[in-house]
């Protein structure tokens, strides 16, 4: 049970440092290996699979660039077993750019190995939404 706590705190912790900014934070709970996986397709512009830790960066500066997310919630955070949790949320947000909205209620899968580091990471949302954003 206690990796299972571990890896929930450790979910827990990423969504603080999410809102606070902390990118460096969140690429030390990576594998260097990990999977990082975005739904959705162009022009959508964070959607794509990004592999190793040296890339995860290219996500938040996409993030960053394009959108402004607002209104960020995390709803709960569940341990789905020993070593994968499952979190559900909702935010808000806009373009950058065009200043269109967007809405979405997200789910995220969390895998871990054993020492406690992301090694898949996988977010599902609505995918028209942010493309419609831009």
Same mark, same amino acid.
């Given at each position: 049970?206690?990796?299972?706590?571990?890896?929930?705190?450790?979910?827990?912790?990423?969504?603080?440092?999410? #809102?606070?900014?902390? +990118? !460096?934070?969140?690429?030390?709970? =990576?594998?260097? @290996?990990? &999977?990082? *996986?975005?739904?959705? $397709?162009?022009?959508?512009?964070?959607?794509?699979?990004?592999? #190793?830790?040296?890339? +995860? !960066?290219?996500?938040?500066?996409? =993030?960053?660039? @394009?959108? &402004?997310? *607002?209104?960020?919630? $995390?709803?709960?955070?569940?341990?789905?077993?020993?070593?994968?949790?499952?979190?559900?949320?909702?935010?808000?947000?806009?373009?950058?750019?065009?200043?269109?909205?967007?809405?979405?209620?997200?789910?995220?899968?969390?895998?871990?190995?054993?020492?406690?580091?992301?090694?898949?990471?996988?977010?599902?949302?609505?995918?028209?939404?942010?493309?419609?954003?831009?």
């Amino acid at each position: 049970m206690e990796t299972l706590v571990k890896n929930s705190a450790s979910v827990a912790a990423i969504y603080e440092a999410f #809102g606070r900014g902390d +990118v !460096p934070f969140i690429i030390e709970q =990576l594998d260097k @290996n990990v &999977l990082w *996986e975005v739904m959705g $397709v162009k022009p959508n512009a964070i959607a794509g699979t990004y592999s #190793g830790a040296a890339n +995860v !960066p290219a996500f938040f500066s996409a =993030l960053a660039n @394009n959108y &402004l997310l *607002e209104n960020f919630q $995390v709803e709960y955070i569940l341990d789905a077993d020993d070593n994968t949790v499952i979190a559900k949320g909702y935010h808000e947000g806009s373009g950058r750019a065009s200043g269109k909205p967007l809405k979405t209620h997200w789910a995220m899968e969390w895998k871990f190995n054993e020492d406690g580091k992301v090694i898949e990471y996988r977010n599902m949302y609505d995918t028209q939404a942010y493309a419609n954003a831009l």
